[in-house]
């Protein structure tokens, strides 16, 4: 039981401007306020004109004074009512003697109900739902579902809570009108009470809720979250957290995971807390502290430090090798303001080793490279560069000075410079190579720069190879031609942002193929530059490819900038297909998917477009499978609606079901006749291609082919493999592996997927970087990104590696860390 | 809706409007940029006078959504005004959906971007 001082907030929040809060306060003080104080709001409220809340204000302050054996209204005179109980059956029946009958009237009472229950005036309902519940029979039911006319209205919650205590499956029928509520009490207890009959589907739709773009949805979301299995819960709280700012919800997330203390709670909210910005780490900083209290009082940590400095130590020595490895992928893809943070972070983490190997790293990808300009020389032990003099000839003045003079090289600089810029253009640093391509496609008309910049355009320097790009396809496009596409399968974004450009001039279906490759890529960083690149293609021809990479995708940051090409592309027919797009690979993932199905029928409402979908058998069946999730699984988008044969009944309260249902009404439509259910055909945009432009297309693309075909076979097939659509273990297992990994350290058996240390055998060296090694009866492709010790074949290894995936030769790719040669 | 400017409905329609302020010139495409307003755009562009002019700045304001050809319009006009013409090009009020999509496709890397026209100013000089 609270005491005032517990029920201080609770009063405030009375006066909140969210009515789910106010609700939440009401019913939380009916449980534990004990004082005048806390009565005496609750009576204001009970005597308020607002039906809704004076319903629940009354019911609390009836259980109050039950619980503290005060004399209500309706038990003033005891004694007397007790003596005349004919003279009570006759009274009025009033809010009061529902909330609080006397024992001696309860019977009368129950007769009268069901003896008339349609004579009883609407504004008793509740209380007379909440009376039923309390000591009605499961034959009441009927009654009470004669009540939910008005799934708008949070009066009906009392009668959903009966019928669920009575006999919840005669709710099943209403449920989906409750959980399409636009009321977020009504949806969470519609939500609550499916637990008891359907615990998967209540789940997925307590995972809409959670996913919804209005506040008091997801704070609903949140509160009923409590009911649900932590470790689902979980992945989707901290799916949230990234983003959400609302007090109210962030309070309740923390509490729910401060209240199921775990330190990968701890370890992932430190993983969050690095890669967002400033304000929003501040207000994760504040949740990591308190499940650190909680996981202290615990006993999860031993008490030698303070818990968050343990977790914190913990982290660093077990996760920021992933967490690097992963911010790679994050830097591609972030948006400003989480780059922004990613780089303040990398900022105050430079003296540590890893964090200064990383940033190393970070200028072999074209995408991150500029990150690592700037921190470049801040790192330990860099030299620092020498001031320039005015009077040094232009060659021998130092990279920045020459950057700064190509930069600013007009025409009559280049008739003074032209020998000096192509002199750079041939033996200059990476940059100042660029800059003096850049200076010759500006000024320079003649012939000689031409085979200098194709053979510019073969290094396998991104800055050079767009420069001479830019030259030759303003002067000589065709002699781009035949490395085309190479370029368009390029790691650079803007170079290959660039090829694509041209090549959609000259051969689209080349250019497809070549971003498809990408996309299918096992490496996540492969991905991430491909994404960057699908918004330069014609929507239409790269919508599928676009659904499909999102349905297996397994990268929140990724998965989102897949969304944000399909938002901003908004047509009905998306919204249909992404409808049923079904993501199993993360919580984070499914949680985007969920929130861009939102967006995205919101944008078509502000574009006018006409959103109103009557459900099919083709919706419907996916429905029956609905995942916990909320998704409903993708069906094959080739398989005629007509091939599935009679399609079991769908589950009238499945999210896909309660979703069309949302929609419709938000889009101002009626719900469509159950009875009448059409096949929603998608129309199918078959383009009118020119049979010259196909002639041309097959001619261009077997001219690529030989070199799509070599692309498509990489040396290294460690990063370059289709990925597998299925994955073959739950995210639930990784997590038990990632807390053994915590307990003992990195381990010295093979697990895939995570950190351990392997002693065996080379067995062949491939390059100074890549190696084959036999360890527990394995055969390994190890590769570095950092130098590795010189290794001969027969050597004895120690490899502390990362394997991550079963290469078709029978091998297994692994990332090295370290390697030790056995004395 | 966070993405969207306006809560009230609109319609599929699009502008786009120019007007030069010194040595600047204020684009300001309105409404949902796709092909046809692209094309607009492209017609507007062609058509303006840029002698005097220092800075495009490209005001998002009253934009809705930018799709991909839209995208695509814009990445060849700013691509034109910097190469060929030596131009600065800046981007202001762009809605969060819109900012997140030039992000993605590289445009922020070859402009300035600004939150409004004020900053874009204090920052790129009056003209």
């Known amino acids: ?218 704070l609903a979301g949140a509160s009923s979250a409590f009911l649900f299995p932590f470790p689902k819960v979980k992945e989707y709280l901290l799916a949230i957290l990234t983003d959400e700012q609302d007090p109210e919800i962030l309070h309740a997330c923390e509490t729910l995971l401060a209240s199921n203390p775990e330190i990968d709670t701890a370890l992932r909210l430190l993983d969050l807390i690095d890669t967002v910005p400033k304000p929003q780490a501040a207000r994760l900083s504040a949740i990591f502290k308190t499940v650190c209290t909680s996981i202290a009082a615990a006993g999860l940590l031993e008490p030698r430090e303070p818990a968050h400095e343990c977790l914190i130590k913990m982290w660093r020595r077990e996760r920021l090798r992933k967490f690097l490895a992963d911010l790679e992928i994050q830097i591609s893809v972030a948006p400003a303001g989480r780059r922004e943070a990613i780089e303040e972070w990398l900022t105050k983490n430079l003296q540590t080793p890893e964090v200064a190997a990383f940033i190393e790293k970070l200028a072999q990808n074209p995408a991150t490279e500029d990150i690592h300009r700037r921190l470049a020389a801040f790192l330990p032990g860099k030299p ?94 065709e002699r781009i031609l035949p490395r085309l596409s190479e370029l368009l399968a390029s790691s650079a974004p803007k170079l290959r942002g660039r090829a694509i450009r041209f090549a959609l001039k000259r051969d689209e279906k080349a250019a497809i193929q070549g971003i498809d490759w990408m996309l299918r890529s096992q490496d996540r960083s492969l991905r991430a530059q491909a994404v960057s690149c699908l918004f330069l293609f014609p929507f239409e021809r790269i919508a599928s490819l676009l659904l499909r990479t999102l349905e297996t995708e397994d990268h929140p940051a990724i998965a989102r900038q897949l969304i944000v090409i399909l938002l901003s592309n908004p047509s009905k027919e998306i919204l249909e297909k992404l409808d049923h797009i079904q993501s199993n690979a993360s919580a984070g993932v499914s949680m985007l998917i969920a929130q861009g199905r939102m967006d995205l029928f919101d944008i078509l409402l502000k574009l006018g477009i006409d959103v109103h979908q009557e459900p099919g058998p083709e919706a419907a069946a996916p429905a029956r499978q609905a995942s916990i999730a909320g998704m409903k699984p993708a069906p094959a988008h080739s398989t005629p609606v007509a091939a599935v044969t009679a399609p079991p009944a769908a589950k ?45 297309g097959v001619i261009i693309a077997l001219a690529f082919l030989p070199i799509l075909i070599m692309r498509g076979t990489p040396a290294a097939p460690s990063s370059d493999e289709p990925r597998l659509s299925g ?35 080379v067995k062949s060296v491939i390059d100074k970087k890549t190696f084959v090694f036999d360890a527990d009866g394995k055969a390994f492709r190890c590769s570095s990104s950092g130098a590795l010790p010189m290794l001969l074949e027969g050597e004895a290894l120690t490899v502390e590696m990362l394997p991550y995936r079963n290469l078709p030769s029978g091998m297994i790719a692994a990332d090295v860390s370290a390697a030790t040669p056995v004395k | 809706m966070p993405y969207l400017g306006g809560g009230n409905r609109m319609t599929n329609s699009s502008e786009c409007r120019m007007h030069r302020d010194g040595s600047w010139l204020i684009v300001t495409p309105a409404g949902y940029l796709n092909d046809q307003a692209g094309a607009k755009l492209n ?54 959906l819109v900012k997140e999509a030039f992000s993605l496709v590289g445009l922020l890397e070859l402009v300035s971007a600004f939150g409004t026209e004020q900053e874009a100013r204090s920052a790129l000089g009056h003209g």
């Not at chain 1, 020998?419 to 033996?427: I, K, L, S, T």
Request: aromatic content about 4%; overall charge negative.
């Open chain 1, 1 to 218: 039981m609270a005491d005032a001082a517990g029920e201080k907030p609770l009063l405030e929040r009375l006066a909140s401007d969210k009515r789910t809060l106010v609700i939440q306060a009401i019913v939380q003080l009916a449980k534990t306020a004990v004082t005048n104080d806390a009565l005496k709001a609750l009576q204001q409220i009970a005597d308020g004109t607002d039906r809704e809340l004076s319903f629940f204000a009354a019911q609390a302050v009836s259980r109050i004074r039950a619980r503290r054996g005060d004399s209500g209204p309706a038990e003033a005179a005891p004694s007397a009512a007790s003596a005349n109980v004919a003279e009570s059956s006759d009274a009025a029946i009033t809010r009061d003697r529902l909330l609080s009958p006397r024992t001696e009237e309860i019977s009368c009472l129950l007769t009268r109900i069901r003896a008339a229950p349609e004579s009883l005036p609407e504004e008793l309902r509740p209380s007379a739902a909440a009376f039923l519940g309390r000591y009605g029979r499961p034959e009441d039911a009927p009654l009470l579902t004669a009540w939910l006319d008005n799934p708008q209205s949070g009066l009906i919650v009392p009668v959903i809570e009966a019928i669920e205590t009575l006999a919840p499956h005669a709710l099943t029928a209403h449920f989906p009108s409750l959980l399409a509520s636009d009321h977020p009490i009504v949806r969470m207890r519609a939500i609550t009470a499916l637990r008891r009959i359907d615990p998967e589907e209540a789940e997925a739709h307590l995972f809409e809720l959670l996913a919804s773009r209005r506040v008091e949805e997801r």
């Open chain 1, 384 to 477: 620092v560069v020498a001031p320039s003099r005015e009077s040094d000839p232009p060659r021998n003045r130092p990279e920045p000075e020459k950057l700064r003079l190509l930069g600013q090289l007009d025409r009559n600089g280049w008739d003074q410079h032209a020998a000096w810029v192509r002199e750079e253009a041939r033996f200059g640093s990476s940059a100042v190579r660029a800059a003096a391509l850049q200076a010759m496609a500006s000024l320079s008309t003649e012939g000689e720069d031409l085979p200098l910049a194709e053979s510019a355009l073969q290094q396998d320097e991104p800055d050079v190879q767009l420069a001479a790009f830019k030259l030759l396809e303003a002067r000589a496009p």
């Open chain 1, 652 to 696: 009238p309260y499945s999210v896909a079901e309660v979703r069309q249902a949302i929609r419709n009404r938000e889009a101002g439509v009626k719900p469509p006749l159950k009875s009448a259910p059409q096949v929603a055909a998608a129309p199918s945009k078959v383009s009118q291609i020119p049979f010259t432009a196909i002639f041309a």
């Open chain 1, 727 to 761: 994955r073959s273990r739950s995210q639930d297992e990784r997590r038990a592996e990632e807390q053994v990994d915590r307990l003992t350290g990195i381990p010295n058996s093979f697990r895939m997927g995570r950190p351990c240390r392997l002693t065996g055998v």
């Open chain 2, 43 to 96: 017609i507007l562009l062609g058509s303006a006078n840029f002698d005097g002019i220092r800075v495009v700045l490209f005001d998002f304001g009253e934009t809705l959504l930018v799709n991909s050809q839209g995208i695509a319009c814009l990445l060849d006009n700013c691509d034109a005004l910097v190469d060929t013409r030596n131009l600065k090009v800046a981007f202001c009020r762009m809605p969060a």
